[in-house]
């Protein structure tokens, strides 16, 4: 292990629901120092958790460690589901650096407080956070009038202008005009594909001892069904289902065993008929193991190497938009 830093530095990459906050971090680890070990605590919104099982199909071997947190919001509950993974996570990966994903309706200022407990002081060094903006959606009041998307903006000392290769020209202008109206001050750049500079992490956050410029309006008693997730266990029926809700999105998520063989024509044209905000799933087909995620109406697909189970995990505002999932889902398996 490098004993390059006498802190480990953390980074905080968040953005709202379907910007591409993990094809960034996938593209992170990706470009990472071969000489550097990499920890990535990811926060899911659904129970199911999916996102750390995409980011190791990524990982270069012996320098990535994950852990996961479903259910909401991770620094709900007092912070202790959080505080447990994040402490597993210095014990066992030691790591050079440390990237956090909160969930897309998670609270960020929550987390950058969860990071300034005394316990990790001389420990963590809390260097630039991220926030990952599609400034297509300002024109979206479901977005510019969620206190968490607004949030997640207040606080990011970079914010980036994402998928920018989907813009008209009008975007770009749009976002600083928004960030005037929120008296932000962050620096703003712009990527597409995730693919995030290496040196935008390094510098010191402007949050590390002091966040009382970001508004804690709305944050008290925020809901969510925060636990600290078990090894799921699945019933003799060989799957298992999970809810939650909160932030006035609902979701609901699977996990097949991999017993379970998944027609994919069938899938992907059942995928992409569905209406919902966000859509991921890892399925073992019958043409071999796929990476689904639907977002803004789009259904990309991305072969895998391998997975443990087959996991889906949909979120949107309406649950009777993917009432008939589980079914089609069976109709379309074998299970060998």
Request: hydrophobic letters at 35%; one cysteine or more; charged letters at 20%.
């Amino acid at each position: 292990m490098s004993t390059q830093f006498s802190q480990i530095p953390v980074n905080i990459i968040t953005g709202f629901l379907g910007v591409g906050k993990t094809t960034a971090i996938q593209y992170l680890l990706q470009n990472k120092p071969d000489t550097e070990r990499w920890a990535v605590l990811v926060n899911e919104f659904g129970e199911i958790g999916i996102d750390a099982g995409l980011m190791s199909n990524e990982e270069k071997s012996g320098g990535v460690f994950m852990k996961e947190v479903p259910g909401g919001c991770m620094c709900c509950t007092a912070g202790l589901p959080m505080q447990i993974a994040l402490n597993q996570l210095i014990r066992q990966a030691k790591p050079d650096r440390l990237i956090i994903e909160p969930t897309g309706l998670g609270h960020p200022l929550e987390v950058i407080r969860a990071l300034q407990q005394p316990e990790y002081a001389g420990v963590l060094d809390l260097c630039t956070t991220v926030t990952l903006v599609d400034a297509r959606k300002l024109e979206d009041p479901r977005y510019t009038g969620h206190e968490t998307f607004n949030q997640q903006i207040m606080i990011a000392d970079l914010v980036v202008a994402h998928k920018t290769d989907l813009y008209q020209g009008i975007e770009a202008k749009r976002l600083s005009e928004y960030l005037d109206t929120l008296t932000s001050d962050a620096a703003v750049v712009s990527c597409s594909n995730g693919q995030l500079e290496p040196e935008w992490l390094i510098p010191s956050s402007r949050h590390k001892t002091d966040i009382s410029t970001v508004t804690n309006e709305g944050q008290e008693g925020h809901s969510h069904q925060a636990t600290i997730s078990e090894p799921d266990c699945l019933p003799e029926c060989g799957y298992l289902r999970k809810d939650n809700q909160g932030e006035g999105y609902c979701s609901s998520g699977w996990v097949f065993s991999p017993e379970f063989e998944f027609s994919y024509n069938a899938i992907e044209s059942l995928f992409m008929g569905l209406d919902v905000e966000r859509l991921k799933a890892v399925m073992i087909s019958d043409e071999g193991i796929f990476a689904f995620n639907l977002a803004d109406s789009v259904l990309k697909v991305q072969a895998l190497d391998e997975v443990m189970d087959s996991r889906i995990e949909v979120i949107g505002q309406n649950p009777d938009n993917w009432r008939d999932l589980e079914v089609q889902l069976l109709k379309h398996s074998i299970r060998l």
